[in-house]
């Protein structure tokens, strides 16, 4: 069971925007905006791409966004695209032990 | 460019031992807080262990607590993971990964560790 709680999947069809949620605690998400999202495409590494909860690290297209509220973050995807189609990850530091945590994954469908 | 290039993974039987290494490339290596994150089969990441720049302090997941050391070489840009006691929970590709600005950047292609008799 992962630390921080993500639907196992979305799906939408091009152009629609969609948003996964990642819920954590008062010992992460609602502590820290040390926040990051990860996009994973099959047989890839991960690759960032929101960090502090909502800054796009460069290259990153800015249909990709990030936000938070309490002990959830999300990250929204206006306009998905057919490359977009990929496994999602939210991950947080946290106080105390393990000291960094991740959700257990969102795949996006893209119809 | 950065870099990260894992080597060192491979099969090994049960209470067995593997070091995997880590060289990396196109950053100043010694500034950087440094990850190992692995990823088991079909399922999500776990992060797994963590390194100050310096090498003077490193943290664990509790599940590689006492059976795991993570350590760096910051004169050849690399960095390490010692694993001891190794059992089939610990099956997973491993990857090599860069801190910055509280988030895990680069990530290397990952090494297959396979725990198996």
């Known amino acids: 069971q992962s630390a921080l709680t993500q639907p196992a999947s979305v799906s939408g069809s091009p152009g629609q925007s969609i948003t996964i949620s990642c819920t954590g605690t008062s010992s992460d998400i609602g502590r820290y905006n040390h926040v990051s999202w990860y996009q994973q495409h099959p047989d890839k590494a991960p690759k960032l791409i929101i960090n502090?909860?909502?800054d796009r690290p460069s290259g990153v297209p800015d249909r990709f966004s990030g936000s938070k509220s309490g002990n959830t973050a999300s990250l929204t995807i206006s306009g998905v695209q057919a490359e977009d189609e990929a496994d999602y990850y939210c991950g947080s530091y946290r106080i105390g032990s393990p000291r960094w945590v991740f959700g257990g994954g969102t795949k996006l469908t893209v119809l | 460019e950065v870099l990260l290039v894992e080597s060192g993974g491979g099969l090994v039987q049960p209470g067995g031992s593997l070091r995997l290494s880590c060289a990396v490339s196109?950053?100043?290596?010694?500034?950087?807080?440094m990850n190992w994150v692995r990823q088991a089969p079909g399922k999500g990441l776990e992060w797994v262990a963590s390194?100050?720049?310096?090498?003077?302090?490193?943290f664990y997941v509790d599940s590689m607590k006492g059976r795991s050391t993570i350590s760096r070489d910051n004169a050849k840009d690399s960095l390490f993971l010692q694993m001891n006691g190794l059992g089939a929970e610990d099956t997973a590709v491993y990857y090599c990964?860069?801190?910055?600005?509280?988030?895990?950047?680069?990530w290397g292609q990952g090494t297959l560790v396979i725990v198996s008799s």
């Open positions: 502090e909860v909502s």
């Open positions: 990964v860069r801190d910055r600005d509280w988030a895990s950047d680069s």
């Open positions: 390194i100050r720049p310096d090498g003077s302090a490193a």
């Open positions: 196109g950053f100043t290596f010694s500034r950087h807080w």
